[in-house]
């Protein structure tokens, strides 16, 4: 590498060190670019691999997408760097342009290079079969490969013994297995790298969702604002958006925050803290049931209803019909719960269809229930 090039590089990793990502990321492309052009395709693969991390951060993932499949062609020396450019390729795939044969046959892939890596990369092939069978809605088995992959970790995995964990502990409580989610927290504290942001930001997750589904309203909020602290400094789109949906639904199931479409409530607060970037296929779903679940809570509050959790649903709405606002206020609230039922029914039949699966449609045919039960109560 010439003097320039040095420089360059050097000004590439300050700015992405100080979170200037778009930056950064052209400075990388320069350099993989610079490097591919003199025939030096070892150097240009890793200059690659931190563009694309930078893209990833800069809320530009369609071009970091772009930039792995550019590179699928050039030859790589050390095995595990084309592990972990296919892996990347995966799981942009997967959340930005997903299509279930293709994932398939990278995933094929994928198994067949963990299979020939150091020891303890398979568990990077489990964790990304882990989220592939997650999207499917195939709890039972996404959590057989999470269990996988937190026993296959080795000295060279790549994988994040917190992300494993955390994952762990979200799939339980999937599968209604609020012990068995809790043990894996006891794990992260336990084993914890309490100097890693990621650790810190999936232990935080965790105990939100935990939180949540204890229907404990005041935790779920403290944990998901540390979540969500964490992944601001990292901008971490997704991380961010985990974060503020779990606030947002702390918010809905506090009885003193009362309307939760008022502002006092902290709801909308909440949503000013979101990341400008492209949402993946799913988080349009959960970000539009978020939407719809705001809109239901919304109808709730103002037919006299006690709060109820809509995501994990443990302790079910008892319905009442002491209005505290007008009739005519009521059936607006009622008639935007139904024009969100339908926007959301949409995309989870769109989202679905890609995934071969129905546990999206499900869960927005519950919504519609609940709903039924206010309304029929009211006449």
Known sequence: ?????????????????????????????????????AGNEGIAFQFGLNEVKCLKRAGKPLEALNRLLSMESWEVSRHESL????????????????????????????????????EGVVADLRFCEYEFLEDQGKNEKSLNAIELAWSERGAATMNHAHATAAAGCLVNLSLNRRPQAEDWIKIMERDGETECLGYRADLANAKAELALFDGCAEDAF???????????????????????????????IDA?????????????????????????????????????????????????????????????????SDLRVAKDEVIRRIDKTKAALQRT???????????????????????????????????
């Open 222 to 252: 403290h944990y998901a604002q540390q979540q969500r602290q964490v992944a601001m400094d990292y901008a971490d789109l997704i991380r961010v958006h985990e974060a503020i949906e779990k606030q947002i639904r702390s918010r809905l």
């Open 345 to 379: 029914g949409k995309i989870a039949r769109r989202v679905d269809q890609i995934f071969d699966c129905d546990w999206r449609q499900e869960a927005v045919n519950s919504r519609r229930e609940r709903l039924q039960e206010v309304v029929s109560h009211l006449d």
């Open 83 to 118: 592990f972990s450019m296919r892996e990347m390729t995966f799981d942009l795939l997967r959340l930005y342009n997903p299509d279930m044969t293709q994932l398939e046959t990278r995933l094929g892939e994928l198994e067949s290079l963990a299979g020939n890596a150091l």
């Open 256 to 320: 003193t925050n009362g309307d939760p479409v008022d502002r006092t409530s902290g709801v909308v607060d909440v949503l000013r803290h979101d990341l400008s970037g492209k949402r993946s296929v799913q988080l349009q779903f959960t970000f539009s049931l978020l939407m719809l679940d705001i809109r239901l809570a919304a109808v709730r509050w103002a037919v006299g209803m006690q709060p109820a959790e809509d995501f994990w649903y443990q302790s079910p709405q008892v319905v009442a």
């Open 1 to 37: 590498m010439d003097y320039d090039a040095y420089i360059l590089r050097e000004h590439a990793h300050e700015a992405y060190g100080q979170g200037r990502f778009v930056e950064a990321g052209m400075m990388f492309g320069q350099l993989c670019n610079d490097a591919k052009q």
